[in-house]
């Protein structure tokens, strides 16, 4: 027999025809007239439907077709002229048919179509890419997060040490402070007595001020997690009410306190005691690194928030360390350097 022509003669998805050239179509062409289709992740059932023409006696004609890359094994159709597959996995396939005559055993046709079937786009390679990044950003912040953990637990054992230190040693301290006092109160004390035991009175002062200070360390610990508890305050009176407090060690050092407030402004709500540990510190340190001239205290508003600024004369905070100002118990170069101690 002379070979015969092998025709596609539909293709459809989800049990639907689809026509070539239609607005969205896969097919550009007639489907016998494709060489290969893509198709999309959610495209992967179809059936193709296949004929011979131009053979005289069509009922000895039998059938062999296969998908590679999904059976390898050629399947036997006589009378059935369509198949179908269906879920089929993302990938490169080749569908083949050949014809035989029934009687002679002799191939009269063969032809094939080319299907592609593309991954879903979470699974390209681009999204692959963006995966990788992500957790690649995901590892590197978990890794940094557990080792500001670790450097913070090292850091807060450090300060439990310090701590129960200081309580240890303030008792000697203070059984050392109260001889000195009375030594300083005697009459008769020579000149060069009175000014070795003010010397001493002096550091002893100090050093129950840093005992006091890492004390004060305890107590922020202690509390950090407790709620606010807040009440309404005339912020002006109630500034007043602190610069009060360093009114006279202001005086010693001639250094001034000033405080600007805007007109009517209204009563704003805070933690009394919160806030006093947070202008006891602002002042404190302003007022400790300050040799001479003013500190000036604003308090303002804009858009519905008010803030309170303190700005001094002193050794301020160089440019290149500002950053780290809210850095725990961090201490700028020239303040290390400067006489007076601090915890930062």
Known sequence: HAPVELTLTDFKLLYESVKAGMKGSLLQTNINDTRKI??????????????????????????????????????????????????????????????????????????????????????????????????????????????????????????????????????????????????????????????????????????????????ELQKTELHAEECLKVSPYDIKAYLEEKMAEFHLAAMQKSVGIELEVEPDMPKVWIDREKMDHIIDNLLSNALKYTEKGVIHILVKTARKKWTIEVKDTGIGIPKEEQGNIFHEYYRAQNAMNFEETGSG
């Open 38 to 215: 893509d198709l999309k992740y959610n495209q992967n059932s179809f059936s193709i439907s296949f004929s011979a023409i131009n053979f005289a006696v069509p009922h000895r004609i039998r059938y062999e077709y296969r998908l590679e890359n999904h059976n390898e094994e050629w399947e036997h159709s006589n009378s059935v002229r369509n198949v179908s597959y269906m879920n089929l996995s993302s990938g490169k396939y080749v569908f083949r048919l050949r014809a035989f005559d029934k009687y002679t055993g002799q191939q009269v046709g063969e032809r094939s179509l080319d299907i592609v079937i593309h991954n879903p786009y979470w699974v390209s390679w681009w999204a692959l890419f963006i995966y990788f990044i992500l957790l690649s950003v995901f590892v590197y912040m978990f890794v940094q997060y557990r080792r500001h953990k670790v450097n913070e637990g090292r850091i807060r054992d450090k300060i439990r040490s310090f701590i129960s230190i200081a309580h240890d040693i303030r008792t000697p301290v203070t059984l050392i402070k109260a001889p000195l006092s009375e030594l300083e109160a005697q009459e008769g004390l020579p000149e060069q007595g009175k000014k070795t035991v003010a010397v001493a009175m002096k550091n002893v002062e100090k050093l129950m001020g840093m005992i006091t200070q890492l004390l």
